[in-house]
Every structure is written in C-alpha cells, then in structure tokens.
C-alpha cells in the first residue's frame, strides 16, 4: 500500500515495505559517487528506506562503480577535463589485485596515478568483494589501508596532479612515501604518515617486491576479476528511482515496477534473466548512434519514450552504453515532462567538473553533436575540455 506523503508512514520504492518516513534518507539516483550530486530534483528522492539505501549503495552501486571497467572509465575521463594552469584532482587507475603479495590475511593491489605513479594498496582480504577495487569498502571505511607511492616525475604541474589526487584518493588510509623526500614542512607532512612498525613491515615488503621484479625485468602480474552481471541491478535500479521520480506512486504500485524490483533483489544472475524486464543490458560503444551520444570524459543520461515504453539509455564515462526500460504502461500515467519524453531528454554529466546539464532536448541535442547548430549550455562544457597535448609534459 502506497500511503498518502502527510501520512507519518511511507513506501520504500526498493523493497516495498512501508516504515515511519524518519528511517527514510535523501537517496542520488544517480550515485554521487558518478557525480550525482550535480543532477537536479528528477535525481533524488526521499523514498527510500535507510536500509536500502545503504544495502544497495554498497551490493548495487558499490558493485557498479569498484568495478575494473568504471574505475578506469573516471580515472581515463578525469583527464579530459583538468585546467592546464591549475591542474586538478585524477582518480587513479586501478591495475588489478597482486597475487604473489596477497595472503589468506591481506590483499595487495596495484594503482597507478596521472603521471605514471605507482601506488600499491593492502587491505584486511575479503573475497566477498573480490570485484570491487580496493576490496571490501566497509572494512576499508572502518580501518583504513597502507598505501605507498613511489613518484614518477618531477615535473611541478604533475607532481601535484598527482600527490594532490593521491591523498583525495587514498584520504581514508596510511599513507607512506615510497621514494619523494620528506620536506619539513606541514604542507607536504599531511600527504605522509611516519610509519609504525606494521607500517614499516608493509613498505619493506612491497619494496622487496619491486626491487625483484626490477632486477628480473618483469611487470607485475596483476589480476582483476567482473562479476558478469555488475551492470544489470544498477541499470535496474535507476529505473525503479526515475520511474517513481517522473511518475510517482502509480508507477511505483504498476507490475512493471515490481518486475524491476525483483530483478534488484534477484539472488542470481540466471534468476534475474526469467524475470519479464525489457532491454536491460551493457556494453561497449560500437555504432556511429552510440558515438553520436557518448560524452567524452562525462555520462549521458537520455529518457525517451517509445510507443508505451519509456527507456533509459546511458552511457558512462563516454565509453560503456547500458539500457533498461523504465514502464511499459506510459499512457496509464501522468507526467510534467510528458511532451519532452515523446521527442526524447539529454543529460550531459561530468563528474569531474560537477556539472549537470539541464534536460536537452534529443533534437538539439543531436544537432549540437553533428555541428548543424550549437547548444550553448554543450558548448560550455566543450570549452573545458583539453587534451594531453594541452597539458604541461609529463
Ligand atoms: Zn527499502
């Protein structure tokens, strides 16, 4: 039962069981962590129960943005928008678990930052998050890693590219220096910590490591593993949340909507596959209409309608495309943004600027991609964009 919004109790659109609205929290959509923050009111929502909230973020969205494929997709698009003078922030790129460090204790991993530096990462092994980067986030949250960076430049712009990312990155964790000398001033002292005696054992441990593969020419042999189904649950889940947001509670009440909610709660990849959903599914950008809409460097979020249907087509970091659809009842609703959806709304998102377009229409959308008129809000963000050649040489 979908109760009234005065009423002191509501539905959670994830799991449909109804709690007092105080164990319900603002949720992104969009998760923040994509850049979400930055998107308008369709976005967000306050009907979702803190227990969802929390169990998706880390099993549906977690699962979604650890992987191997996003994590590289935001460390490759925060390049195309850094400030050539001022610089900015990278995430670094996540290589892969390293087998011959990692234990039954701990699980080493290896990064690398904008310049070419070289991070290695352990944390308490879990391998019940043998796909997420950076293992399993709570205990991560909770105690933190040991990460050491060994620089690669000394070059000014890129040597603070790269040690002002690394300590946003790894802000949560131990940080050690692998081989930059310590200064004695403040500013560089709250990059590192002096490491204790577990500290220390780590840092020898991984310098034993390099220097063998040093001495042996070999590069290391990093391994990552992607849950096949990684893409599915989040696609759905953004549908049960825009569903809800553009149609409200007859949607989230609609059979659709219950298929979709399944489908998040599904325990398996092959029990998600019978469940009747249409469209849902990821992959590479191949055709020319897929390079039309990617953004590079940014998510492009587009709703369009198709006779009764309403699909969501994303594209994430201008490299991976995924589709769900949203309802296959559309005429059965009402909906502010009815006549928009019938020609089709653009997002443009890039996360590493903090910026959300406004719904574009498909059309001038289009046209601003092929160059027959220029959308000026596009072209704004356009004119952020740089390439390495614009950038100081590393
Ligand atoms: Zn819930």
Redesign the pocket.
């Known amino acids: 039962m979908v109760v009234a919004p005065s009423s002191p109790e509501t539905t ?1 659109i ?2 449909n ?1 109804t709690f007092p609205i105080n164990e319900f929290s603002l949720e992104h959509i969009f998760p923040s962590a994509l850049g979400g923050k930055a998107c308008g009111d369709l976005f967000k929502t306050r009907t ?2 803190s ?2 909230n929390n169990t998706t973020g880390l099993h549906v969205d977690g699962a979604f943005i650890k992987s191997w494929f996003t994590t590289n997709g935001a460390a490759a698009s925060a390049f195309t928008y850094l400030d050539p003078i001022s610089g900015g922030l990278v995430p670094y790129t996540y290589i892969g678990n390293i087998p011959a460090l990692s234990d039954a204790e701990y699980l080493y991993e290896f990064w690398v930052g904008p310049s070419g530096e070289n991070v290695y990462s352990r944390s308490p092994r879990d391998d019940k998050f043998f796909g997420y980067a950076g293992g399993n986030p709570i205990t991560t949250k909770k105690v933190g890693r040991d990460v050491i960076i060994f620089g690669t430049t000394t070059e000014a712009y890129w040597l603070k590219v790269g040690l002002l990312s690394f300590s946003d990155f790894f802000y949560n964790d131990r940080r050690y220096s692998g081989n930059f000398q310590l200064s004695q001033d403040s500013s560089s002292n709250n990059l590192f910590i002096v490491p204790d005696l577990a500290g220390n054992e780590f840092i020898e441990k991984v310098k034993q490591y390099r220097s063998v593969a040093e001495s042996n020419n070999t590069s290391h042999g990093c391994a990552f593993s992607v849950d096949i189904g990684f893409a599915d649950r989040f696609l759905v889940k953004l549908a049960l949340g825009l569903g809800s947001s553009l149609f409200g509670d007859d949607f989230v009440i609609s059979p659709y909507a219950k298929h979709l909610r399944d489908a998040l709660w599904a325990k398996s990849t092959d029990e998600r596959h019978d469940i009747p959903l249409r469209g849902v599914g990821y992959w590479d950008i191949n055709d020319n209409f897929d390079r039309l809409m990617a953004w590079p460097g940014g998510h492009t979020i587009m709703l369009q309608r198709f006779r009764d249907d309403v699909a969501l087509v994303l594209y994430v970091y201008g490299k991976k495309s995924g589709i769900v659809v949203i309802t296959d009842e559309f005429s059965k609703f009402t909906c502010e943004l009815e006549s928009s959806l019938n020609d089709g709304i653009v997002y443009i998102l890039v996360p590493s600027r903090r910026i959300c377009t406004k719904p574009i229409p498909m059309q001038d959308f289009v046209s601003h991609q092929v160059g027959n008129s220029k959308n000026a809000e596009l072209a704004s963000i356009e004119a952020l964009r740089v390439e390495l050649k614009d950038l100081p040489p590393r």
Do not use: A, I, N, P
């Open positions: 959670c994830y799991c069981r979702v129960c227990r969802c």
